[in-house]
Each structure stands twice: as C-alpha cells, then as structure tokens.
C-alpha cells in the first residue's frame, strides 16, 4: 500500500513568518513529487514540482527532497493571508502519471 | 500553461437523472486524465484513470456501470453520473496529466459541483 502522509493541521502561522509543512511517503521507488495549493470550495492549483534531492525555490515557495528519508517539505516564506489554504503533497509511482495524494495541510496565516 | 476546463461548474439534478461532465485540455494533449471527487472537508478520492482509446480503470469500489468514463479524444474525457442519487452529491474535479522533463504532472479542472436532489 503506497501512502503519504501529511500533518492535517491545522498550522497557525503569523503573517510575515515561515510556513513549514511535511510529507512522508512510502514508496521509496517514487520518482516526482508535487505541492498543489487548495483553496476551499475550489480545486487544486500546482505549486512546485520536484524530482531531484535538495532544496527547489520559486518565488516565496522552497521544495526540499530528501529520497533517502522519504521525506519532501514546503516552505512559504513571508506567508501573507491569501497563503491560507491547504496543500497537498503529491507523489507519481507509476508511468501513466498516477499520483498518491496525502490528506493535505491546513494553513492558516493570521495577520 | 497548462489549462483544464470543466463543464458545468455546477448542476443541480433530480435523482435517477443522468448528469455528463466534460473535461478539457484546452493548451495541450492529455493521454490520460484523471477523475476525483470530494467530498466536504475531505481528501481527494482518485476514482478513475481515463487513457484515450481505451477503457478507464477504476479504483477499487468504484461502481463502473454507474459513473461511465469516455476519453474520445486527446483533450477530451468525459463522466456520466448514470442514475444519480441524493450520495452522488459532491465535487468531481478532472485532471489531465501533461509530460514534461520526462515526468507526468497533473493539472486540474476547476471542478464540478453536483446536487442531486
């Protein structure tokens, strides 16, 4: 059974701080990993991808990937209100593109 | 980008109704899509992986007769809620997966919100 897991918050985290969320999963075979951001009501919105070990920056958004681990985290730096929502961590284990998704992160930045 | 589209956004029906939702890649060619739904507050429950040309397959306790899959074309894939009931209510997003760097990704439909009455 693959699985990723993923803390379900919710995470508090003052406006202008460092959001930190983690994911671990179980397949060690997995090759690409993704964050998706899901507001409520709406559906998911891909964040980063990452494939390779270490650390993936884009924008106010860091990746890290550790495979030996199993372990992949998102920080948000300068979290900003419309930063609440809940991420969703991602891995692909098969060719045809399926994903295993964990149960998501809910962020709450409070100003 | 990587655009999806979804249609409808949102459907209100009465129960024993058949309810058809359209996914489309509207910027680029999608092999296999992805259909999902969920449920309020809930994680995003895969139910079954569409590849056009050929039969979707379902995850396990997914009633294929009830929920018809057909991906016609490289941008297209569609979900027929067969029969519907008043359980059936909830959002059904697609996904169409897009290559890239040799790896699939996942880009998704703004989702359609089901009522059956």
């Known amino acids: 059974q693959k699985e990723v897991e993923q803390n379900s918050g919710p995470l508090s985290v003052p406006e202008g701080a460092i959001a930190s969320l983690n994911c671990t999963y179980s397949?060690?075979?997995?090759?690409?990993f993704f964050w998706y951001r899901q507001y409520s009501g709406k559906s998911p919105e891909l964040i980063m991808s990452?494939?390779?070990?270490g650390d993936k920056e884009d924008g106010r958004f860091t990746a890290q990937l550790n495979k030996a681990s199993q372990y992949v985290s998102l920080l948000i730096r300068d979290s900003q209100p419309s930063d609440s929502a809940t991420y969703l961590c991602?891995?692909?284990?098969?060719?045809?593109?399926?994903?295993?998704f964990g149960a998501g992160t809910q962020v709450v930045v409070t100003p | 980008g990587a655009v999806v589209s979804q249609h409808p956004s949102r459907v209100i029906c009465k129960s024993g109704t058949s309810v058809k939702i359209e996914c489309r890649s509207l910027d680029f060619q999608a092999t296999t899509m992805f259909w999902y739904r969920q449920f309020p507050k809930q994680s995003l429950m895969l139910m079954a992986t569409s590849n056009e040309g050929s039969k979707a397959t379902y995850e396990q306790g997914v009633e294929k007769d009830k929920f018809l899959i057909n991906h016609a074309s490289l941008t297209l894939s569609t979900l027929t809620v067969t029969s519907a009931h008043p359980e059936d209510s909830s959002f059904y997003i697609c996904s169409a997966s897009r290559s890239s760097g040799g790896s699939e990704t996942q880009y998704f439909g703004p989702g359609t919100r089901l009522l059956v009455l």
């Open positions: 990452i494939y390779s070990n």
């Open positions: 991602a891995v692909n284990w098969d060719s045809w593109g399926k994903f295993q």
């Open positions: 397949d060690r075979g997995s090759q690409s």
